[in-house]
């Protein structure tokens, strides 16, 4: 459930105030831990960017999104909607040029472009690359990128290139401009991208605009140059001082970003919103943090889906302040359909407007809710339950990248095992270390009424089945991650 809270009330003063609309910004990170950034308690990386950005905003300690992984939580973002919603469920895993998000969704981009924004997209897509799922037929003006869900970041034979996890020597990047013009990219992929972004504010500083810069970084494969390497060889773990590195590289674009803004005069009627799509992943060996929160990426532990979220809009929202209730990446439809004088609502998504200059003092959400074929989690202000599915595969079942091979038609989404039954006391331990199921079956009652309400509404059928899964232990059980 969705609180609306004072949203007409918002709109209503915003457009009586006379305040123009402002531009947006969304700085998108691909797999950035919530123990990565310096504000959020990071003590690895240097990330003085993305703290400043935070000294100027508003940082969400209970910021989410809407799955544990790349493509659904974007296609929630996009969409203001659960992925359930409209059948984006699961990782295309490479079939992105067989099938695309619903056409029939609406994204960011097409509401802002008919709200009057010149829209563009900088960076990865992962959302279909079939012409009707392309970005430019998707809301956005301007495109440079990659439509799928991987690349490298540079030719692993340039001198001062470090890689970690296989060697990409030879590999170089070709992205696209618009719908289909090629461009091969030499530099840096980071770099490059930061300096796309920066091009396009300087070109339109006298319009509103709102730009996607959706970052790949810190992704895999861990690449990354000698100048930001050099900022880490103090540390004697390849994975940890590339993977730190990467994220230097994101924090510099944080501050480019600003500063072209700065030089455009635009920096204080624009709104800024950086987090990550999911969190950090336990494949690259421990380089990166989710501290102090359990679980990585592909899971609905809170490592998996509490991202480092910040909001930034110096004309409208108070600075330096934290905003500690349970928000969500859906939020950003609403929010930004307020922000634009938009008189509008959506399914899932609540503008947080009001929430986080402190008209209203309340939270957003009733309950937050996940769901990757057979497992599932919802929240309320304090407790979590997880469900996730058991299994009667085993480690040694696991192939040479630590997932199973799936079976013809992709996983299957029932419970022939049942379901192992976590609740958490985010208030007290948001460490999730202590499972209180056995002691609260009220609480588990409760909650799992509460999904079971949002599921029923979930009446799409997944566009593509899931063919990625891994195992993971959680209290002694070995159970399935479908994704």
């Known amino acids: 459930m969705v609180r609306r809270g004072l949203f007409t009330l918002v709109v209503a003063c915003a457009s009586a105030s006379g305040w123009a609309q402002p531009n947006i910004v969304v700085i998108l990170a691909d797999d950035l831990g ?18 400043a950005l935070a000294s100027r905003g508003v940082r969400l300690t209970q910021g989410y999104v809407s799955h544990p992984v790349c493509s659904p939580s974007r296609a929630g973002l996009m969409t203001g909607r659960y992925q359930q919603r409209h059948g984006w469920e699961f990782n295309p895993a490479g079939r992105d040029t067989a099938a695309g998000m619903s056409t029939e969704e609406r994204t960011l981009a097409d509401v802002m472009r008919t709200a009057g924004y010149r829209t563009a997209l900088v960076g990865k897509w992962h959302l279909g690359s079939q012409p009707e799922h392309h970005p430019v037929n998707r809301g956005f003006d301007e495109f440079f990128g990659f439509v799928g869900g991987g690349s490298v970041y540079i030719d692993a034979d340039v001198p001062g290139v470090e890689s970690w996890g296989g060697r990409r020597a030879g590999q170089s990047n070709t992205m696209v401009r618009g719908l289909d013009e090629r461009e ?30 959706s970052h790949k970084t810190p992704h895999t494969p861990l690449q ?8 880490y ?15 230097a590289s994101l924090d510099d674009s944080v501050g480019a970003v600003v ?135 085993a480690r040694e079942d696991l192939d040479g990248s630590g997932r199973l091979d799936p079976p013809e038609g992709g ?8 379901r ?25 009652e409760r909650l799992t009424e509460a999904w079971n309400g949002w599921n029923a509404l979930n009446t799409s059928e997944a566009i593509l089945p899931a063919y990625r899964s891994t195992l993971a232990e959680f209290h002694g059980e070995v159970v399935q991650l479908v994704f």
């Open 259 to 393: 500063a072209a803004l700065n030089r455009a005069g635009r920096r204080d009627d624009t709104l800024i919103v950086f987090l990550s799509d999911n969190g950090c992943a336990e494949y690259i060996a421990g380089g990166c943090s989710n501290s102090p929160l359990r679980g990585h990426k592909r899971y609905f532990h809170e490592g998996g889906v509490r991202v480092p979220f910040i909001v930034s809009w110096p004309d409208r929202l108070p600075e330096g302040t934290i905003f500690d209730h349970p928000a969500s990446a859906l939020d950003l439809m609403d929010t930004f359909l307020a922000a634009a004088g938009r008189d509008e609502v959506s399914d899932d998504s609540a503008n947080l407007l009001p929430f986080l200059d402190g008209t209203d003092s309340g939270a957003p959400h009733d309950y937050l809710f996940w769901r990757a074929g057979p497992s599932f989690a919802v929240r309320d202000d304090r407790w979590k339950l997880i469900r996730y599915n058991r299994t009667d595969f």
């Open 233 to 247: 060889r103090h540390i004697e773990d390849d994975a940890t001082r590339v993977y730190a590195a990467m994220v």
């Open 411 to 418: 996983w299957p989404t029932d419970s022939p095992h049942g």
């Open 420 to 444: 192992v039954t976590l609740l958490y006391d985010l208030v007290n331990d948001p460490s999730e270390t202590v499972n209180y199921a056995a002691g609260r079956p009220d609480v588990v």
């Open 184 to 213: 091969v990219v030499d530099e840096y992929l980071t770099d490059r991208f930061t300096n796309e972004a920066a091009d396009f504010i300087e070109r339109h500083a006298d319009t509103p605009f709102f730009l996607f810069l």
């Open 224 to 231: 990354a140059t000698a100048k930001y390497l050099n900022r």
């Open 34 to 51: 919530y123990g990565d950034i310096g504000v959020n308690g990071g003590e690895v990386i240097a990330t003085p960017y993305i703290d």
